[in-house]
């Protein structure tokens, strides 16, 4: 099972390594250790994470449960639980980050396309006598670019493609612009830009869609946006890049400042092999720093910290139950040791005591009542085939010397003594005569 883990863990850092992420913060926990244990979501699905010591120690800020941020995380497998988890190495506010994050990813991905080599670069001409601009017309950037031509050589004319280089739909507006002057072909060099701003301000220059229309620009392109320490991803696609628009302004005016330019082309073509290969090599520096991360004690130490934090929790948990199970005990023994006092014990019987005897005399009553109603049943019964009944209703039975009943003249004779019983005695007779009645 370990080393199922290990390889899993080796392959999501070789497979997955370094990413940026923006979501909520679901859960934080803060150990005494000084790590933070998080979990990062989205309206779908939640990560664990975790951030040791030696990296939020760096942060300026302090997130909270809630909080939108922004995290660069390694992505690994904690091996004791066998789950995947993010190791977080910095964080910062998802908004702060968000242009930044998007110009690196789109960095990234016109280098992979070669629209950053200089070998797709074109060279200004040696002799330039008409230069487009596109920017704002009414900006600080057009009165700069006018000032110092004005200066240098007057003699160079300047066409204006007007258009907004701030806001929504303005990187759309800058493609048109660079393309109108590309099928007009009235210019010599075209030089695009504007004044410093902040990042959101400069944003439609490090646009997808400005990007293309300087890669498809037949016209060699200067761009010249913000300051000199603002990059753009237009300054990294154009031809040749200006520090402001007054450097582009003094780049295409004067002899003197075309052997700058080639200068300056030739110091980029040096900056941007030496930044090839230096991004060569940190590429290889990045593999072989992941590979010894991997195997540095360090993190075998995080590790074991957060086992550590994690059986400290569930040790916690583990007394606090058993704390509760142990007063629920004590409890329930109170409440059963009340239950069994010698004074409810006798109460208790007493009442069964009193209920039973109620039980007998109700049972006995009910007995008694039975065999009465049951024996005046049967006397009835008795009653109606009774002789005694039958006397009391005008009949009589007649008996000879032997006590035999009298069914028929055929028992009788002439001169026979018989008795005859009736409801309140008996009479002693003599048969005269005994024949068959007729009606």
Same mark, same amino acid.
């Given at each position: 099972?370990?080393?199922?883990?290990? #390889?899993?863990?080796?392959?999501?850092?070789?497979?997955?390594?370094?990413?940026?992420?923006?979501?909520?913060?679901?859960?934080?926990?803060?150990?005494?250790? @000084?790590?933070?244990?998080?979990?990062?979501?989205?309206?779908?699905?939640? %990560?664990?994470?975790?951030?040791?010591?030696?990296? +939020?120690?760096?942060?300026?800020?302090?997130?909270?449960?809630?909080?939108?941020?922004?995290?660069?995380?390694?992505?690994?497998?904690?091996?004791?639980? @066998?789950?995947?988890?993010?190791?977080?190495?910095?964080?910062?506010?998802?908004?702060?980050?968000?242009?930044?994050?998007?110009?690196?990813?789109?960095?990234?991905?016109?280098?992979?396309?070669?629209? &950053?080599?200089?070998?797709?670069?074109?060279?200004?001409? !040696?002799?330039?006598?008409?230069?487009?601009?596109?920017?704002?017309?009414?900006?600080?950037?057009?009165?700069?670019?006018?000032? %110092?031509?004005?200066?240098?050589?007057?003699?160079?004319?300047?066409?204006?493609?007007?258009?907004?280089?701030?806001?929504?739909?303005?990187?759309?507006?800058?493609?048109?612009?660079?393309?109108?002057?590309? /099928?007009?072909? !009235?210019?010599? %060099?075209?030089?695009?830009? *504007? @004044?410093?701003?902040?990042? !959101?301000?400069?944003?439609?220059?490090?646009?997808?869609?400005?990007?293309?229309?300087?890669?498809?620009?037949?016209?060699?392109?200067?761009?010249?946006?913000?300051? !000199?320490?603002?990059?753009?991803?237009?300054?990294?696609?154009?031809?040749?890049?200006?520090?402001?628009?007054?450097?582009?302004?003094?780049?295409?005016?004067?002899?003197?400042?075309?052997?700058?330019?080639? &200068?300056?082309?030739?110091?980029?073509?040096?900056?941007?092999?030496? /930044?090839?290969?230096?991004?060569?090599?940190?590429?290889?520096?990045?593999?072989?720093?992941?590979?010894?991360?991997?195997?540095?004690?360090?993190? *075998?130490?995080?590790?074991?910290?957060?086992?550590?934090?994690?059986? #400290?929790?569930?040790?916690?948990?583990?007394?606090?139950?058993?704390?509760? #199970?142990?007063?629920?005990?004590?409890?329930? @023994?109170? #409440?059963?040791?009340?239950?069994?006092?010698?004074?409810?014990?006798?109460? *208790?019987? /007493?009442?069964?005591?009193?209920?039973? +005897?109620?039980?007998?005399?109700?049972?006995?009553?009910?007995?008694?009542?039975?065999?009465?109603?049951?024996?005046?049943?049967?006397?009835?019964?008795?009653? $109606?085939?009774?002789?005694?009944?039958?006397?009391?209703?005008?009949?009589?039975?007649?008996? +000879?010397?032997?006590?035999? $009943?009298? *069914?028929?003249?055929?028992?009788?004779?002439?001169?026979?003594?018989?008795?005859?019983?009736?409801?309140?005695?008996?009479?002693?007779?003599? $048969?005269?005569?005994?024949?068959?009645?007729?009606?």
């Amino acid at each position: 099972m370990s080393q199922l883990n290990q #390889h899993v863990s080796q392959l999501l850092s070789q497979q997955i390594g370094t990413i940026w992420l923006e979501a909520e913060i679901g859960q934080l926990t803060r150990a005494a250790s @000084g790590h933070w244990y998080l979990t990062l979501k989205d309206p779908s699905s939640q %990560v664990r994470c975790a951030m040791f010591r030696m990296r +939020n120690r760096q942060l300026s800020w302090q997130p909270n449960v809630g909080d939108a941020v922004l995290v660069k995380a390694q992505v690994g497998l904690y091996a004791p639980r @066998g789950e995947y988890q993010l190791v977080i190495d910095a964080m910062q506010p998802a908004g702060i980050g968000r242009l930044q994050q998007a110009f690196e990813q789109m960095k990234r991905a016109l280098q992979q396309r070669g629209w &950053f080599d200089h070998e797709r670069k074109q060279t200004l001409p !040696e002799s330039i006598r008409k230069v487009g601009v596109v920017t704002s017309a009414s900006g600080a950037a057009v009165h700069d670019i006018l000032t %110092v031509m004005a200066r240098r050589d007057a003699s160079v004319e300047i066409v204006i493609y007007p258009t907004a280089v701030q806001g929504e739909g303005a990187a759309e507006q800058i493609a048109v612009q660079i393309a109108l002057a590309n /099928r007009r072909n !009235e210019v010599d %060099v075209l030089v695009v830009g *504007r @004044g410093g701003g902040s990042l !959101e301000d400069l944003w439609c220059f490090n646009t997808e869609v400005v990007a293309a229309a300087i890669i498809n620009s037949r016209l060699p392109i200067i761009s010249a946006v913000g300051h !000199e320490v603002d990059v753009s991803i237009a300054d990294l696609v154009a031809d040749l890049r200006a520090a402001t628009p007054s450097a582009a302004a003094e780049l295409v005016t004067s002899d003197a400042e075309h052997r700058l330019q080639a &200068f300056n082309n030739m110091i980029n073509r040096l900056n941007h092999a030496w /930044r090839h290969q230096q991004q060569i090599h940190r590429l290889a520096l990045s593999q072989l720093s992941q590979r010894l991360e991997r195997q540095h004690p360090r993190l *075998r130490i995080q590790q074991q910290s957060q086992r550590a934090d994690e059986l #400290h929790f569930q040790l916690q948990q583990a007394m606090q139950k058993r704390l509760e #199970h142990s007063k629920s005990r004590q409890l329930n @023994g109170h #409440h059963r040791l009340s239950a069994q006092r010698p004074s409810l014990i006798l109460d *208790r019987k /007493r009442n069964q005591l009193d209920s039973l +005897n109620k039980r007998l005399s109700s049972a006995l009553s009910q007995r008694l009542q039975q065999q009465q109603n049951r024996l005046a049943v049967l006397a009835a019964k008795l009653n $109606v085939v009774s002789p005694l009944a039958t006397l009391s209703r005008g009949y009589s039975i007649s008996r +000879n010397e032997k006590q035999q $009943v009298i *069914r028929s003249i055929q028992q009788v004779s002439q001169g026979q003594k018989l008795i005859t019983l009736l409801e309140d005695g008996q009479i002693e007779s003599t $048969v005269i005569t005994a024949g068959k009645t007729t009606n």
